[in-house]
C-alpha cells in the first residue's frame, strides 16, 4: 500500500468537527507548523521508500517479498491502528498522543536507519506504523481544537497544502540522499524533525480532548490487525512458495478468519471501532469499493516503477524521485477539484 497524499475525508472531518479550545493568534502559526511537520514525517515516508527499494534490495541482500513487507508491515500497521490512535487522543489528549507517535515514529526511523538485516528493517518499519497510526489522526485532531470555524478552512488549506508539496518533495529528496549518501538517511532526516515537533508541542500547542469518550474497541483493533496481516501474509508468500503451499494456506485462512470474527464482534460490540450501519449507504460502500480498487492498482504499480526505471531503464535514484512528481502534483491539483 503506498500513501500518496491525505486521506479523501480529512477536510469533511475537520470542518465538521467541533472546536473545543480555539487557541490565541500567536500560537496557531506554531499549531500549523507542528501538526505539518509531524503529518509530513509519515507521509513522505510512505512515497520515499518506493525509490529507495533497489537499493535496499542490493544493501541487505533482500528478495522481493520481503521489499514487499517493507512497504507493507508499515501500511498494514498504520490503517489497522488509525482509528485507535484517534481514540486514544480523544480519551488522554491530543497533544499527549500526537507526541508520543513522533518519538515512537523517530525511533522506528533510527531503527530502520542502523537495521542490518532486511529482518530488522521490516520490523522497524512496522513500529513506524504505529507510531503513524498516533500522530497521523492527532494532527487533525489538534487542528480541529485549535481553530474556530471560520478560521479552520484556512488551517485546512494551509495543512493539506503544505503537506502535499512535501509528499511530492519526498521522493525526489530521497533520491538524492540516496545518491549522495545512503538510503538509510532517509529515515535519519526524520530525527531532527522530531525533536522540532516535540519542542514546538510543548511550548505552544494546548492539550485537548474529549469530555465523553466510549471504550476502546481493543478487540476489534486486534482482529483486523491478525486478518490484515494475515490474509497479506498469505499472499506475499505466495509469490514465491506458491499458493498451495501449507504456510500459505493457513495464513490465508488465519487471516479470512480473523476478518469473519472482526465482522462478528463489530456487529456485536456498543461502541464498534467500524459502525457496520456505514455500509447501509450505497455511496459510502461504493465509493470505499473504488478507493479499494484503486490504490490497490497504484500500489502494484508503484511498488514495480522504481525497479524498472532504476534497473531496466537505467535511471538515477534521483532520477527516478523525479519521475513521480508529475503523478503527486496532478494528484495534488486535481483531487481538490474533483472533491468539490
Known sequence: MTHITKQPCDDGVMQSAPSYQSCSRWAKPWVLTATILGSSMAMVDGTVVNVALPAIQSSLNANSAQL????????????????????LGDRYGRRRIFAIGVVLFALASMGCGVAATIQQLIMARAVQGIGGALLVPG?????????????????????????????????????????SASWRWIFFLNLPIAVVVVIILFRWVSESRSA??????????LLATIGLGATIYGLIEASHLGLAHPTVIMALILGIAGLIAFVGVEARSRYPMMPLSLFQSRTFGGANLLTLLLYAALSGALFFLPFNLIQVQGYSATAAGAAFLPFILLMFVLSRWSGG
Open 139 to 179: 494532527s487533525l485532531a489538534i487542528i480541529s481544537a485549535s481553530f474556530d470555524q471560520f478560521e479552520r478552512g484556512r488551517a485546512i488549506g494551509t495543512w493539506s497544502g503544505f503537506t502535499s508539496i512535501t509528499s511530492a518533495i519526498g521522493p525526489l529528496l530521497g533520491g538524492w540522499l540516496i545518491e
Open 212 to 221: 465523553q469518550t466510549p471504550p476502546l474497541d481493543w478487540i476489534g483493533a
Open 68 to 87: 514487499q513487507w517493507v512497504v507493507e508491515a508499515y501500511a498494514l500497521f498504520l490503517a489497522a491502528l488509525i482509528l485507535v490512535g484517534g481514540s
